[in-house]
Nanobody, 114 residues
Framework: QVQLVESGGGLVQAGGSLRLSCAASGIIFSFNAMGWYRQAPGKQREWAASITSSGRTNYADSVKGRFTISRDNAKNTVYLQMNTLKSEDTGVYYC????????WGQGTQVTVSS
């Protein structure tokens, strides 16, 4: 049974930082690409960042330079360090894994107050 469990969301003031974590089980973590999507209230889910099994990273233009994705294969965990947060970063953040089949976490709420 595959499980992706996000944590680390919360309420933060604009300009602040949060670090999200996503712990995976039931997959061969090191073989999987991992990433994060987010969904703002009333909007469609959008891709934010991803990291390949070899560690190559990619970011949406909206978060580039502010967010950093990383992975710890020994802990089966992917992280999203979010700095200089803006009100438009508010939303539910979803972790995903992909190796042909995509699995999703349940999401964690991030709220940035201005």
């Amino acid at each position: 049974q595959v499980q992706l469990v996000e944590s680390g969301g919360g309420l933060v003031q604009a300009g602040g930082s949060l670090r999200l974590s996503c712990a995976a089980s039931g997959i061969i973590f090191s073989f999987n690409a991992m990433g994060w999507y987010r969904q703002a209230p009333g909007k469609q889910r959008e891709w934010a960042a991803s990291i390949t099994s070899s560690g190559r990273t990619n970011y949406a233009d909206s978060v580039k330079g502010r967010f950093t994705i990383s992975r710890d294969n020994a802990k089966n965990t992917v992280y999203l360090q979010m700095n200089t947060l803006k009100s438009e970063d508010t939303g539910v953040y979803y972790c995903y894994s992909n190796r042909g089949i995509t699995y999703w976490g349940q999401g964690t709420q991030v709220t940035v107050s201005s």
